[in-house]
């Protein structure tokens, strides 16, 4: 069924007060909930309460037994015309909900997950973001541990009391309970209220992995009163960590929970990108205490609002800690390959989508990182400090309200007197913009000519020009700049702009910073990616020229066989070399654009990418490269040693990673004895697994990884790295092979969606593997969507996201792709979320 966002009406009733008792079972919990209800005089309308997967034990309305009329989706019932208390005693059980939405149960401890539409398998409730209100739970159990969201009330032998003062929709309610351990710490906010704060996990090895997350949380606390003024608001705020986990973590008020992936780390078992990753998560998580809790969504439509601001929040915050050109980068790469081929793909959808069929499909790169670059195009538009205004406009009007996107935009519109009409196409149109550049230069003046258009995508076949900042900078032939960064603002679909004054016809830097999620098409040659890429002051546009300029010698090698280019190996070379420049920085110059990058490119340029001669290209670009680097490759490893003991810190782990990139280039030439040498010596998981990796990359490493696997059998997290070790760094013919043998280890659990994903993102991801013209890949994800289908809809759904690209392919890829497809639709009982991802896919195929 599918739910448009023109339908929306609010809920006939308000909710006052939610009172709910859980007497925990595993297969047999009772949840007995006592709800005062309100009618809604300005917008009378059914009473319907939403519940999946329960059984109504009892019902009564102001004391009295009533019997509502149930169906699979929830229940409707007379009621009075005036306030009433529903109460209402259900059985659920968690020990059998693999689909891990709703109360389950993790290693014998009861989680919750409610976002979007999980609380529905809890009790029955008007379960949508617009009904906020004030929620008590008693949970009764024998677990030592027993928590939900807000304050702790009491507790007693069995039993304890939550309560949590802050209106809230359903979907940020939580419960956990189990045998736990708690790190504790402590933080004084900016008024001077002290706050107790926890990290649980399960008794043993765990404990010894919180101290970072808890330092990430006191940072993460003081950033946003630094930054956005924003204070936290209860006595208490825990985290806990889970294994089985569908995302990453979740936000629920003053109880966030996290995948254990997401928040445990130790120097033995954590890479610095984990450590990245787990403090930007902490802080994103944190940061929804006010972006998303406080003020919230008036429909799963607006999903973007809390989002997309929150995921911005979480990278200004990251950028903070270390490098902003370097965070950006990383966030550019990771839009322009996930984002930009699904905003380019059948699975296109505008960052506020206007109809689904099931929401958790609409949890996607584009409403998230899409979503924070509206955030940023609008920062660069209004500047910095009107957007800092804007921004405390929205706190002080919307604070304990559910917002939409037309609120976020007035506020902006107030507080700065623009004109958002157009930039609101950005929420609307679905999409990634090609904007096109040509220039000419007469009498001192440089004119540069922008042509914008967005392709047609799945019902949207006409597009309006959109507002988009360009960022210019110009460079004198010479390589000085003569014109610093300047914020062009295209409006219209062609549009030029002026420069004058100038001696002699400059070289343009576009779209510096990446000042918006466009793709640039511009005729150059690779002399002037590789000029930029020695002068540009902007790190970005230099980062970006390296990477424009090896995609170009990596398409004249896949197509032409050409041999790699000079300009571009000495361009590197002299990057390599130049150590003015951040190491993390000069990492991400020597890392080539991603096999699936590169197919996309070839597509885009009407060229059907053969996956395999990609990789071949790839292997010998990278060969090319060592060798040209032969002689400065030790050196640099040598420079980037880190001494004294493991820290995460970014200058540290900027170290790691150059010297991790010349491991992988000098591997090519020494046999991987210098790999071995480190795998033998390292004593972190971050040089360990480089080391590991690099090894089974050059198809060595058999002894080190069997070593590896035997160490750390005993750790889940460290145990997954391994698994999808295996399968992204197996030769193409074998990967299906590696990954099908994968399941049939005894620590395989397609239950656990983190091992799932550990083998088959790995098989997904690595593209030669998976385009592997036996097809053998496709069949295996294919059946194993289909059976994990029936467990845990919403990973399986997920998964689908592998095949979105079938239409890039050559006929034979293609038909295998929609066999697979069309097979995984015709499972039996397939879920409404795989279902809808499919369909979407296959399109009208
Ligand atoms: N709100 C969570 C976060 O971004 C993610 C929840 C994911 N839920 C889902 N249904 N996919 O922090
Ligand atoms: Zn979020």
Request: glycine share 6%; hydrophobic share 40%.
């Amino acid at each position: 069924q599918t739910i448009y966002l023109s339908d929306y009406r609010p809920f006939g009733y308000h909710v006052d007060t939610v009172h709910l008792t859980f007497r925990l079972h595993p297969t047999q919990t009772r949840v007995i909930s006592r709800i005062a209800f309100r009618p809604n005089t300005e917008a009378p309308g059914p009473f319907f309460l939403h519940g999946e997967d329960m059984q109504l034990i009892s019902a009564k309305i102001d004391g009295v037994a009533v019997s509502p009329e149930v169906t699979d989706k929830g229940l409707t019932c007379t009621v009075p015309d005036a306030p009433f208390v529903w109460e209402a005693e259900v059985e659920i059980s968690p020990q059998t909900n693999t689909a891990l939405e709703g109360l389950y149960m993790s290693n014998g401890m009861y989680c919750t997950q409610c976002e979007a539409e999980g609380f529905r398998k809890i009790t029955f409730y008007p379960d949508r973001p617009d009904v906020m209100s004030v929620f008590t739970t008693r949970i009764e159990s024998d677990l030592p541990v027993m928590l939900s969201n807000g304050n702790p009330v009491d507790q007693g032998d069995g039993w304890a009391e939550w309560h949590d003062p802050w209106r809230k929709p359903a979907y940020l309610f939580a419960l956990v309970a189990g045998d736990l351990a708690a790190h504790s710490g402590q933080f004084t906010t900016m008024s001077g209220k002290d706050v107790t704060l926890n990290l649980y996990v399960r008794p043993g090895p765990d404990e010894g992995k919180c101290a970072f997350g808890m330092e990430a949380l006191k940072r993460a606390m003081r950033w946003d009163e630094e930054v956005y003024g924003r204070e936290y608001d209860l006595d208490i705020f825990n985290i806990v960590a889970v294994d089985d986990f569908n995302a990453g973590a979740m936000e629920n008020k003053g109880l966030n929970i996290f995948n254990s992936s997401c928040v445990l780390a130790s120097p033995d078992t954590s890479t610095d990108a984990n450590y990245e990753r787990i403090d930007a998560i902490i802080a994103h998580e944190y940061f929804h205490n006010w972006t998303g809790n406080r003020i919230t969504c008036r429909d799963w439509f607006q999903l973007c609002l809390k989002e997309g601001l929150t995921v911005f929040r979480d990278q200004q915050y990251t950028g903070d800690q270390g490098s902003h050109a370097v965070k950006r980068i990383e966030d550019a790469i990771v839009l322009r390959s996930r984002q930009f081929r699904e905003d380019n793909g059948p699975l296109a959808h505008p960052v506020r989508p206007e109809s689904f069929i099931e929401i958790n499909n609409f949890y996607t790169i584009t409403v998230y990182e899409k979503g924070a670059e509206l955030i940023g195009m609008l920062k660069r538009l209004v500047g910095d400090e009107a957007y800092y205004k804007a921004v405390d406009l929205y706190f002080d009007r919307h604070d304990g309200e559910a917002a939409t996107i037309e609120d976020w935009l007035k506020v902006f519109e107030d507080a700065t007197g623009r004109d958002l009409t157009q930039f609101k196409r950005w929420y609307s149109q679905a999409g990634t913009p090609r904007v096109t550049v040509t220039d000419d230069f007469k009498d001192g003046t440089y004119t540069l000519h922008f042509k914008q258009e967005t392709p047609p995508t799945p019902g949207q076949e006409q597009k309006e020009p959109q507002v988009i900042p360009i960022a210019v900078g110009l460079l004198s032939p010479n390589g000085d700049e003569v014109m610093p960064t300047t914020m062009l603002e295209m409006t219209e679909t062609e549009q030029s702009f002026s420069f004058d004054g100038l001696g002699a016809k400059p070289v343009p830097s576009i779209l510096r910073d990446f000042s918006a999620p466009v793709i640039l098409e511009r005729a150059e040659s690779n002399a002037d990616r590789a000029f930029l890429m020695a002068h540009d002051t902007d790190p970005f546009n230099k980062w970006d020229a390296a990477d424009k300029l090896a995609k170009s010698v990596l398409r004249a090698m896949i197509i032409s066989e050409a041999s790699p280019d000079q300009a571009y190996l000495d361009g590197v070379a002299a990057i390599l070399r130049d150590d003015t420049l951040d190491p993390a920085f000069r990492a991400l110059c020597l890392t080539l654009p991603s096999e699936d990058d590169l197919a996309q490119a070839l597509h885009d340029a009407g060229t059907t990418p053969d996956p395999m001669a990609i990789h071949t290209a790839r292997e010998a670009l990278k060969l090319a490269l060592a060798q040209h680097l032969q002689d400065t490759l030790p050196r640099i490893r040598a420079a980037m040693t880190v001494e004294g003991p493991y820290s995460p810190d970014a200058k540290s782990a900027g170290k790691r990673s150059l010297g991790t990139a010349a491991l992988a280039l000098l591997s090519r030439l020494d046999g991987g004895a210098a790999a071995q040498a480190q795998f033998a010596g390292a004593d972190n998981m971050t040089l360990q697994l480089a080391a590991l990796s690099v090894l089974l990359q050059i198809g060595k490493g058999d002894a080190e990884s069997a070593a590896f696997r035997d160490q750390w059998r005993n750790d889940r997290l460290v145990t997954d790295k391994w698994f999808g070790l295996k399968v992204a760094t197996a030769a193409p013919e074998d990967a299906a092979a590696v990954a099908e043998a994968l399941t049939r280890e005894p620590d395989f659990d397609m239950k656990n969606p983190n091992r799932f994903r550990a083998v088959f993102g790995a098989l997904a991801g690595h593209s030669a593997g998976f385009h592997h013209p036996s097809g053998a890949a496709y069949d295996l994800l294919g059946d194993w969507i289909s059976k994990l289908d029936g467990m845990n809809p919403q990973t399986a759904a997920r998964m689908t996201t592998a095949f979105e690209t079938w239409r890039r392919y050559d006929a034979d890829r293609q038909a295998k792709m929609r066999a697979v497809l069309h097979r995984i639709a015709a499972t039996d009982g397939l879920s409404p979320d795989t279902a809808e991802m499919v369909s979407r896919i296959l399109g009208d195929a």
